[in-house]
């Protein structure tokens, strides 16, 4: 509650302002009253409170039909009216006239109802195909009238969208998707704040498919990575044959943007080339990805690749880069002779 006053000087008056909203933020004995008072004395014969040129009240007589302004006193020395329930429409000029045996006097008090911002309309979330044109609507009421603004909240999102009730975007992309946060204040409460979810369909496209090598009777796992909204769906082939779940050996897991194509035990004939689709309603891709064999090391070729690593003149820290051709021959020889004896050795 808000209690204004004015002095009976000849000239005199100012200006209140009255914050206040309807909204529930505020205490449930809102909204807020009024009270405007006249400081009097004896030599006072008449008093009268008017709003612009409507008399309110003329001494202990009420001239208005509105029950919300109420007399609440009548002295020698204080005339004051209380008005409840104040509304943006309160707003205005209040005259408090006296008239004494000289000449009448005013003074005046100017009501100014502040009303903190409300979003009364907003766009429902909405989903959109990539490249297609959006707009999107805030609409605040409030006094002062509130200034809106649109933000994209993104990670990438940099400052406003737009400074205005309405957003307007182009040839929306995928990176434009995500939540728009639509904001209103006018400085009398903390701003208001609505979010609109802006969802971006756009085909699949497969960002990840690696061929792998795996030993015969070996567990081999092929994988295949699309981003796709809606999720795309996965199927894999072989040979223009469709593999589906249940196959002897073979397991499928899929997940909104992963698929797996599990190989249990894999066998030569499991060896070749796989295509991997991801479909959504808006089109498909494909990749292709290869299941090949990968050998498993025996002694003879641990064996083979200790002969062509020690062959190999050395390039590492500590070997020596320029020596003449019969020194490199016969460092050769002294490196060769104990592997020629171990490899007799493991014949034996």
């Not at 297609?132 to 200034?147: D, F, K, Q, V, Y």
């Not at 929306?172 to 609109?196: H, L, M």
């Not at 960002?207 to 894999?236: H, I, R």
């Not at 460092?331 to 171990?342: D, E, F, I, N």
Request: proline letters at 6%; aromatic letters at 8%; hydrophobic letters at 35%.
């Amino acid at each position: 509650m808000a209690e204004l006053g004015a002095l009976p000087r000849k000239g005199g008056g100012h200006r209140e302002t009255l914050r206040g909203s309807r909204d529930e933020m505020f205490p449930p004995n809102w909204p807020p009253r009024l009270r405007t008072w006249c400081t009097i004395d004896n030599r006072v014969t008449r008093v009268a409170w008017l709003n612009r040129s409507t008399i309110l009240y003329a001494g202990n007589d009420k001239w208005c039909l509105d029950p919300r302004v109420v007399l609440l006193s009548n002295t020698q020395t204080q005339y004051s009216i209380e008005i409840q329930n104040v509304d943006v429409y309160d707003e205005g000029p209040y005259t408090c006239s006296v008239q004494t045996d000289n000449h009448p006097k005013t003074s005046r008090v100017h009501l100014i109802v502040q009303v903190s911002p409300k979003i009364v309309e907003i766009s429902s979330d909405i989903s959109i195909n990539e490249g297609n044109n959006i707009s999107l609507t805030c609409i605040a009421t409030g006094r002062p009238e509130p200034t809106v603004t649109w933000r994209h909240i993104s990670p990438k999102a940099v400052g406003f969208v737009s400074e205005d009730e309405y957003l307007e975007i182009q040839g929306i992309t995928r990176e434009q998707s995500g939540d728009y946060e639509c904001s209103a204040s006018n400085d009398v409460a903390v701003p208001v704040v609505r979010r609109v979810k802006v969802t971006v369909n756009y085909p699949p496209y497969i960002s990840e498919a690696k061929g792998t090598g795996v030993p015969v009777g070996q567990t081999g796992t092929l994988q295949c990575e699309a981003s796709a909204v809606p999720s795309a769906e996965f199927q894999w082939y072989k040979d223009d044959k469709r593999l589906v779940e249940g196959k002897k050996g073979v397991k499928v897991e899929n997940r909104p943007f992963l698929s797996k194509l599990i190989f249990l035990n894999v066998s030569e004939h499991d060896y070749g080339n796989y295509t991997c689709v991801a479909t959504n309603k808006l089109g498909h891709t494909n990749a292709s990805i290869t299941l090949f064999e990968l050998s498993e090391p025996t002694s003879s070729t641990l064996l083979q690749e200790v002969k062509t690593t020690a062959l190999t003149p050395g390039k590492g820290p500590g070997a020596i880069s320029e020596v003449s051709n019969g020194a490199s021959r016969r460092a050769g020889c002294v490196w060769l002779l104990p592997l020629l004896v171990l490899h007799l050795l493991l014949k034996f």
